[in-house]
């Protein structure tokens, strides 16, 4: 990452984004800038979608004379160094600062953080356009990609291309309130500098290796967003086969062939269509691979609510209803979007798990037919 200029400039760090995974990310930022005040400010402001919150009594921090009284949650957090709503429990250093002003937050910043809703990217890029430091560098740990039927859009590649920065990408293996624990995981950062940023030849340590560092969450830098970026995506397709046959009951054995052939597919799509930045090896070596995709297959929210449907004898949109408040699963979504930018290039008969996901989540097959569909995988 560039230097800011002279040596007793120091980098700030903006976390965009204070939910579950947010939050959790600011927290280990703020204890890196505290632990390297040569690099960075010790503050770590972190824009929050202001919202209010009520405190129950059995709360550690009601106050008797506010009962029942709405706050802000930037004041809660701020008060309390905890963010009740979406990472109950969880002490956040008081470095920390909750700003409800995404322009406030990220001012003078020159490290930025994204972690919020894909939904919201275009909407918050468009409030800090131009208000920004032009030299900023920032790190996308929204999962997933964009998929229209004309093309695939890496989130990290939409923030830069909005902003005018260079955006990188961090996915893994990581389950926020393990992290947030302190359980031991492992993450995969995929940075591709700009040559302003590979002046020397030489790996010297840069802030980024800093900013994230944490003796609880291991890190490996590749090259190649996209592959990194794919998987985050991919594996939620893969999590719902997952479910639907947990849900059968038939065992480890059938869980493990979907797994084997979702990951096959994962790497055919990246290497059909992203064959020029995709690494092979960050499906099947790196946290954001293989291992993200055996989490999501073994606890994930689609994986959970895949089997929950199958159990229960209705549909994965009965399981959103019901259980998601109407919310929308990444895997539904996604099979959806992947299966539509096949079929608009005749290739959805090549990807035999991704295309029978999307068949059985809108009733043209049945999850007794995945054994059948996923032997045509495995045909030359």
């Known amino acids: 990452m560039a230097t800011l200029g002279g040596p007793t400039k120091k980098h700030k760090v903006t976390v965009i984004g204070s939910g579950n995974w947010g939050s959790t990310i600011a927290k280990i930022v703020a204890e890196n800038t505290r632990a390297h005040p040569n690099l960075f400010e010790e503050e770590v402001q972190m824009w929050v979608f202001e919202e209010e919150v009520t405190l129950p009594e059995d709360s550690k921090y009601y106050d008797a004379s506010n009962a029942g009284k709405p706050q802000k949650l930037t004041e809660v957090i701020n008060t309390c160094h905890e963010n009740v709503k979406?990472?109950?429990?969880?002490?956040?250093?008081?470095?920390?600062?909750?700003?409800?002003?995404?322009?406030?937050?990220?001012k003078d910043s020159s490290i930025l953080i994204f972690n919020l809703p894909h939904q919201f990217i275009g909407r918050t890029s468009k409030q800090l356009e131009g208000h920004i430091l032009p030299y900023a560098r920032g790190i996308s740990c929204i999962k997933g990609v964009e998929v229209a039927e004309d093309k695939v859009s890496l989130f990290s590649e939409w923030i830069g291309e909005g902003l005018g920065i260079y955006c990188g990408a961090l996915s893994g293996a990581n389950i926020a309130n393990e992290v947030a624990n302190e359980k031991w995981s492992e993450t995969t950062i995929a940075y591709d500098p700009p040559t302003m940023d590979s002046r020397s030849p030489s790996r010297n340590p840069s802030p980024s290796d800093n900013v994230s560092a944490s003796p609880n969450m291991e890190h490996k830098d590749v090259r190649g967003r996209s592959s990194v970026s794919l998987s985050g995506a991919l594996k939620n397709i893969v999590a719902l086969a997952a479910g639907f046959v947990e849900g059968k009951g038939w065992g480890d054995n059938a869980k493990a062939a979907v797994m084997r052939v979702g990951l096959l597919e994962m790497v055919k799509f990246g290497k059909e269509f992203f064959p020029e930045t995709v690494r092979v090896e960050t499906f099947t070596e790196e946290s954001a691979g293989v291992a993200d995709l055996i989490t999501s297959c073994g606890s994930g929210r689609n994986f959970r609510c895949a089997k929950m449907a199958v159990e229960r004898g209705v549909t994965v949109a009965e399981i959103e209803k019901t259980e998601l408040n109407g919310q929308l699963l990444q895997g539904t979504s996604t099979a959806k979007d992947v299966n539509n930018f096949l079929k608009a290039r005749g290739r959805d008969g090549e990807y035999q798990l991704f295309t029978a996901v999307l068949d059985i989540l809108e009733g043209r097959k049945t999850v007794d037919d995945i054994p059948d569909l996923l032997a045509r995988a495995d045909d030359p």
Request: proline fraction near 10%.
């Open 86 to 106: 979406y990472l109950p429990n969880i002490a956040l250093p008081t470095n920390v600062i909750a700003n409800s002003s995404v322009r406030d937050a990220a």
